[in-house]
């Protein structure tokens, strides 16, 4: 089985700075693309910024140029660095991997942490 956890949410003030964590343990071959979303109250969840294998990224518009994701494949680890935060990007943040379970299986199954709850707030 395949499991990831988030860790690095908190309460943090508005302008300021928070760094998520996901690592991804467990029956992993390979993980392909990965990436952190996000759920507000109320609302859907949306994507917040993507990262290859190979460490292609992804933004979306109102992240980029704040957001900043990055991963670790020894450590099957993917990171989002959060800077100039804002009340708006308050949510719980979630990570997905898309995992290869081993060698004789060619596809990739996605996997969802928890969420970790992230708060901006004065």
């Known amino acids: 089985q395949v499991q990831l956890v988030e860790s690095g949410g908190g309460l943090v003030q508005p302008g300021g700075s928070l760094r998520l964590s996901c690592a991804a343990s467990g029956s992993i071959f390979r993980i392909n693309d990965m990436g952190w979303y996000r759920q507000a109250p109320g609302k859907e969840r949306e994507l917040v910024a993507s990262?290859?294998?190979?460490?292609?990224?992804s933004y979306a518009d109102s992240e980029k140029g704040r957001f900043t994701i990055s991963r670790d494949n020894n450590k099957n680890t993917v990171y989002l660095q959060m800077n100039t935060l804002k009340p708006e990007d308050t949510a719980v943040y979630y990570c997905?991997?898309?995992?290869?379970?081993?060698?004789?299986?060619?596809?990739?199954?996605?996997?969802w942490g928890k969420g970790t709850l992230v708060t901006v707030s004065s």
């Open positions: 997905n991997g898309e995992v290869r379970t081993g060698p004789s299986t060619p596809i990739f199954i996605s996997y």
């Open positions: 990262i290859t294998s190979t460490g292609i990224t």
